[in-house]
């Protein structure tokens, strides 16, 4: 029976356990380039030396105004390449893997001077009104996601995620909500699905696209979970190989579609996915009780599980997992005694 601390292997890439860190904003860009610093390095690394089967770095962005704020990181040209290298390789060191999150704001650019999105619709009054992407820029949009994901292949990355959840630039497109384009791209999963295309063109056969995606969305006129399959096997066809699964982003929450935060709540919307599209799937959403997460895989809800925000709380938490589960799991030689 499979295990959080069972090893895990979809396409060439192989995970020593289940765990996964989700990828989180750390908005500490300071320099003009867009690039990781110090501090992306020192994050990235700790979560590999506790022992994190599979780190995922932050939303990084395909141009500068892609990106929730200026201390985003992006991947927009080939002079960003070797910052990442630099944490790729840190993290292979330690016996881990490493994805990164290809993405684009759309209408959640705030820095952006005018914010581009499928229609020109804006998020709420506190955001700036973008504007709609003409279709050649639709078209080049997507050759931005290419080119990224090119760069990211280059600086080694073991998977790359797009980012299709959140209410981010592809969740803008595949949502009735925000997407009220007349053209062809007003087909909910066009861009998604040409962007999945394009990255695949980009990766080795045997490198996993994943796509993260909001399996529900929380405002009241938004698709629920049947509607977040359909998409899913839409972009599942186009070349997604897993998907990691997550909620809402697009509005204000309705009372009526609340979640709530307690434990495990996206648990069901993974194993729906799951079960329906018949490729792995990574849950999300409070899962930080080891006992929870080992349940997760061992009833084949999901077959990875991200902690978000344990992690940020313990770079350790793998480590500490498997001592709470009494599985074993290596530390580096140089922590050893702490552990004896
Ligand atoms: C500080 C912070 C930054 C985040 N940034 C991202 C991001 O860049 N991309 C993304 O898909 N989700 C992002 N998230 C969501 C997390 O990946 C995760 O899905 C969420 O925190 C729920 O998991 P948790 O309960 O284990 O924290 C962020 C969450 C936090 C707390």
Not at 20 to 26: A, D, G, I, L
Not at 44 to 72: F, K
Request: hydrophobic share 40%; net charge negative; with cysteine.
């Amino acid at each position: 029976m499979d295990q959080l601390f069972s090893s895990f292997q979809i396409k060439n890439l192989e995970l020593k356990n289940r765990v996964v860190m989700p990828p989180m904003c750390q908005y500490s860009v300071t320099n003009e380039a867009g690039t990781p610093n110090d501090w992306h390095y020192t994050h990235y690394v700790s979560r590999a030396v506790g022992g994190t089967g599979l780190v995922i770095v932050e939303m990084t962005n395909v141009e500068p105004d892609g990106r929730i704020s200026n201390n985003c990181l992006g991947l927009w040209s080939d002079q960003q390449i070797p910052a990442y290298k630099k944490i790729v390789d840190a993290v292979h060191e330690q016996g881990s893997k490493i994805a990164i999150q290809i993405a684009h704001a759309g209408r959640k650019a705030e820095d952006a001077k005018t914010p581009v999105a499928p229609s020109a619709i804006r998020f709420n009054e506190q955001y700036k009104e973008p504007r709609a992407l003409s279709t050649d820029e639709v078209k080049e949009m997507v050759e931005k996601f290419r080119q990224s994901v090119r760069r990211a292949v280059e600086a080694g990355f073991d998977a790359i995620e797009l980012h299709g959840a959140h209410g981010y630039l592809i969740h803008q497109f595949h949502s009735s909500y925000t997407n009220k384009r007349n053209d062809e791209y007003g087909q909910l999963t066009r861009f998604g699905s040409e962007v999945v295309k394009a990255a695949k063109s980009e990766m080795p056969e045997d490198m996993p696209l994943i796509m993260r995606i909001s399996a529900t969305e929380f405002v009241e006129e938004g698709y629920q979970l049947e509607g977040g399959i359909e998409l899913a096997k839409a972009y599942k066809e186009a070349g997604v190989d897993m998907f990691h699964i997550s909620a809402g982003g697009e509005g204000a929450i309705a009372p009526s579609r609340n979640p709530g935060g307690h434990a495990g709540y996206m648990v069901p919307f993974a194993r729906a996915m799951r079960e329906a599209l018949e490729v792995p799937v990574i849950a999300v959403g409070r899962l930080e009780d080891a006992h929870l997460a080992n349940a997760i895989v061992g009833n084949q809800d999901a077959d990875l599980v991200a902690v978000g925000r344990g992690m940020l709380r313990d770079p350790y938490w793998t480590v500490h997992a498997a001592h709470e589960l009494g599985q074993e799991t290596e530390v580096p030689v140089q922590y050893e005694r702490g552990f004896a």
